[in-house]
């Protein structure tokens, strides 16, 4: 029987490959050759697949790069971040050069991050990619030292934050910062019962508290500057009841009593960060969601309100799934 021949490989009768596939790592290419190259925006009209209609956002998530970042103490951290870039998309338009929103940071990946840094990257999409909205979000962990309640020790607490940008061909500049804070919620239904108990039966009981998570977004003031220790600065204040990194035995003790004196429901936490968040100037407008893990439940305790300003944030948050800690 006569072997077929083969494509990329060699056949059985001993014929060679009809298409070469060796890669050249001698080639190089030139300036010239460079411009031969076929590009996909230059493509006719009827290339572009599906609705003649403009898109929203289309872009890159999720490329790593190290960025510095200074701390309200004037230090500077390089973390690791995430990075999600997008633009809007015209309906004539085939597609964006993907490459030019991630060469865009590498033009400035050696500067400390502030909001104006991030603004200059977003001028520069709306110039290279010629379009009319630019959206960006970083994504990192934020580590800071904290002391434990009693004995002294010290550990490192990591956050999660991100910070967004939205610029549109006007001009127009919208800056938003993004914190996780993680506490302890203790049940204040369940403190009472179990009192009554130890009263009227001499039974002990032990009230039902669970980790519990608050994410703010807030929109800074133009022209105010809010640091990432601020946002940790509110929600303990308004909490209390942070989880804690390093403990002994009088650290642990001293965490019980403390979830004593703030017990709090998942609607007493929505309201005491809100009266924390609406007393700061700089921030223009705030979303608050929080979840308590129930241990009572096999379901979780959720709240959401926003600081209600006229075509500001809604309280319409529903990826509870994301605050899970």
Request: proline residues 2%.
């Amino acid at each position: 029987m006569k072997k077929k021949p083969m494509y990329l490989h060699r056949s059985a009768d001993g014929s060679d490959a009809k298409i070469k596939n060796e890669y050249d790592a001698k080639f190089r290419s030139t300036e010239a050759y460079r411009e031969s190259l076929p590009d996909m925006m230059e493509a006719a009209h009827d290339a572009i697949q599906g609705a003649n209609v403009p898109i929203q956002q289309v872009g890159v998530h999720n490329f790593k790069l190290p960025l510095k970042f200074r701390t309200k103490q004037k230090e500077i951290h390089t973390l690791e971040a995430s990075i999600t870039g997008t633009v809007s998309l015209e309906a004539e338009l085939k597609g964006i050069n993907m490459s030019r929103i991630v060469r865009s940071f590498y033009d400035h990946k050696d500067e400390i991050f502030t909001s104006e840094w991030m603004g200059k990257i977003l001028k520069s999409y709306l110039k290279k990619v010629e379009t009319k909205d630019a959206r960006l979000k970083i994504a990192f962990s934020y580590p800071m030292v904290h002391t434990s309640l009693r004995s002294g020790l010290e550990g490192f607490q990591y956050y999660d934050v991100a910070f967004e940008g939205v610029m549109t061909g006007d001009g127009t500049y919208r800056r938003f910062i993004h914190f996780d804070f993680v506490y302890s919620s203790a049940c204040p239904c369940s403190a009472e019962l179990n009192e009554h108990a130890r009263e009227h039966r001499g039974a002990y009981g032990v009230p039902h508290s669970q980790r519990s998570k608050a994410r703010i977004t807030v929109e800074e003031e133009k022209g105010k500057k809010l640091w990432i220790e601020d946002m940790h600065k509110h929600c303990l204040n308004a909490l209390k009841t942070e989880t804690q990194v390093m403990v002994k035995r009088e650290d642990e003790q001293a965490f019980a009593e403390l979830n004593g004196a703030y017990l709090k429901f998942v609607e007493d936490a929505a309201r005491l960060l809100y009266r924390e968040f609406v007393s700061d100037k700089r921030i223009k407008d705030f979303r608050i969601a929080c979840s308590h893990l129930e241990s009572l439940h096999s379901h979780d305790a959720v709240s959401v309100i926003c600081k209600g300003v006229k075509d500001g944030f809604k309280a319409d948050f529903m990826d509870f799934g994301s605050l899970v800690c």
